[in-house]
């Protein structure tokens, strides 16, 4: 037909005149046909006051009314299939959902329409987005006025908002989103009714320090445990300790140990105790005054230290970098003032050594950026190692200046390192791991060094006690000699274990180091990892200090699988 019309015209210009108007009225027609669907059905965008908004969706089974709940993610765009004045019809995921029109937004921009939020804990600032901390922090449940929310950090997947610009008094800044709520009560509310604590401490500090110290300050909102694709930790990871220069000196001999044992992993001591980094850093002088003070016993460039930890890898070793945290002396004597020191301002020295203070921010920016080198190599985890203050303090507490700057307690500070480091890591895909000693989890306290057990597991993707049997006295867990019987000290603290991360919505991997030391034969190295399996839980990691050959081989029988 369209052939017959274009012979009529007696012209090329008349029939362009024709297509041309033919096209202009199609566009009309959809034009028109798009703006009568849009009024029919126009597009709405889900508004929440939290990332997820939960609907209640009720059906029959049976002849009985039963209800599911569907979650969508706040900004999600839905295409309205009936309006009312007071709710609306749409589908999502197959489902139809009906919902108040409160819930429902024209535009994006005013799903982000967020006046204020609440932090759910004590939270320091940044300058600029995923920038350095600032000093100016914000309180547990305090009010923040919210500048701009860009809609390029709202998660179209989880409905969460990555970064709030703020204000604070008079100047802007960057807080991050996952730790506000957008009311009050949902920022103190307490989000694990469950959390068993003792009053121990109450007794040094004053009534109604434990619940402050491990509850009031510390955020137990559940926490999504990472699961990267591209860097998938194993079932059963079954780990050896090992320092960075027997693993290069021994090469061979770890690339060998998986043919005749159960070990498909190592942890690798990178910054060890005393603060010396065993590879060629370019972080440290960034923090440190003199780094090469730290680097006097480099063994490898950060170059070859990713073609060791790749060479391990390819092998099928997933590989931990271990970072010992704030036991560090050359960061303590070369930064007095994030140091923990006596009220005249001198350094203390706590079984022969200074300690950094775990509440100066910059020793957690110095530790965490050394954490992101390290990722840069491709390891697959991160374990922090004495996350904590100095044991056998309160005696001297009176004479002490651990820079508390923000009046934090122990507990609340090492979350939120851990809680920072986790943040700073995630770009990496790598896991982030935090040893503990035993004794907090079996005391329900943090032995006032800050390690509350739950308070740490909630901020971590690794959880990883230490509950060697020479570190319990006669008596303990109800065994009568704990150092002669490591396998029952195992199945006693791991059915601890089990107890208390029940307590928490989200736990973490439970990791547990095992003891090689003392002498200990290869059965009762089978002992200690049965008792793990026979608890529910897999993998180990074993301690036999640096790790070198000769000893592992005394007891290397029981690295069983």
């Not at 950090?153 to 709520?181: C, Q, R």
């Not at 060890?272 to 002088?285: A, I, N, P, T």
């Amino acid at each position: 037909m369209m052939k017959r019309i274009l012979k009529r015209m007696n012209s090329p210009r008349k029939a362009l005149f024709f297509i041309g108007a033919l096209i202009l009225i199609c566009a009309l027609f959809f034009v028109l046909g798009s703006a009568i669907l849009a009024k029919i059905h126009p597009t709405k965008y889900i508004d929440s006051s939290e990332s997820i908004l939960e609907v209640r969706v009720p059906y029959i089974v049976n002849g009985e009314i039963d209800e599911t709940v569907v979650e969508i993610p706040r900004g999600t765009k839905v295409q309205i299939e009936e309006a009312e004045d007071d709710q609306s019809s749409f589908r999502y995921e197959g489902t139809l959902i009906t919902l108040d029109n409160t819930y429902l937004k024209d535009s994006l921009e005013e799903c982000l329409s967020i006046e204020n939020v609440y932090p759910r804990r004590l939270i320091n600032l940044r300058d600029k987005k995923e920038g350095t901390l600032s000093e100016e922090v914000v309180k547990k449940g305090e009010k923040v006025r919210v500048v701009q929310v860009d809609p390029e950090d709202l998660d179209p997947e989880t409905g969460e908002i990555a970064w709030y610009k703020v204000e604070k008094d008079g100047k802007d800044y960057w807080l991050n989103g996952k730790y506000v709520e957008t009311s009050k009560d949902l920022a103190t509310k307490t989000w694990s009714a469950n959390i068993s604590y003792s009053t121990y401490w109450d007794e040094y500090y004053g009534e109604g320090y434990s619940k402050d110290a491990f509850l009031s300050q510390v955020d137990y909102k559940p926490t999504k445990n990472h699961n990267y694709e591209e860097n998938p930790m194993p079932d059963n990871c079954n780990a050896v300790h090992v320092s960075l220069e027997y693993l290069i000196k021994y090469k061979d001999y770890y690339l060998n140990l998986s043919q005749d044992t159960g070990i498909n992993a190592y942890v690798v001591e990178l910054k060890g105790d005393s603060g010396y980094v065993w590879y060629q850093s370019e972080v440290l002088k960034d923090y440190l005054k003199d780094p090469d003070e730290a680097l006097q016993s480099v063994l490898c460039s950060l170059d070859e230290l990713k073609d060791l930890i790749q060479e391990f890898q390819d092998a099928g070793y997933y590989m931990i970098g271990r970072i010992v945290t704030f036991k560090d002396v050359l960061f303590a004597s070369q930064n007095t003032e994030e140091s923990i020191t006596d009220t005249s301002g001198q350094l203390i020295m706590h079984n022969g050594e200074y300690w950094p203070s775990a509440y100066s921010r910059k020793a957690w920016m110095y530790n965490v950026d050394i954490a992101k080198e390290i990722a840069s190599t491709g390891i697959n985890e991160i374990q922090f190692d004495y996350v904590r203050f100095p044991d056998g303090l309160v005696s001297k507490s009176d004479q002490l200046d651990l820079k508390n700057t923000y009046n934090e307690s122990k507990a609340s500070a090492l979350q939120g390192f851990l809680q920072y480091a986790s943040d700073e890591l995630e770009p990496y895909e790598v896991y982030v791991a935090a040893d503990v000693f035993a004794w907090p989890l079996a005391a329900q306290d943090d032995q006032d060094i800050g390690q509350f057990f739950l308070a740490m597991a909630n901020s971590v993707d690794v959880i990883c006690p230490m509950p060697y049997s020479d570190h319990f006295s006669a008596g303990a867990l109800g065994i009568e000699d704990p150092s002669s019987a490591p396998g029952e000290v195992l199945a006693r603290y791991t059915e601890l274990a089990v107890k208390e991360l029940s307590e928490i919505e989200d736990p973490p991997v439970y990791r547990s180091w095992i003891q090689a030391y003392g002498n200990l034969t290869p059965q009762q190295m089978k002992d200690q990892i049965q008792a793990i399996d026979n608890a529910g839980y897999s993998g180990y990691m074993i301690w036999y200090g640096f790790g070198d050959p000769d000893s592992l081989n005394t007891n290397k029988a029981g690295y069983i699988e």
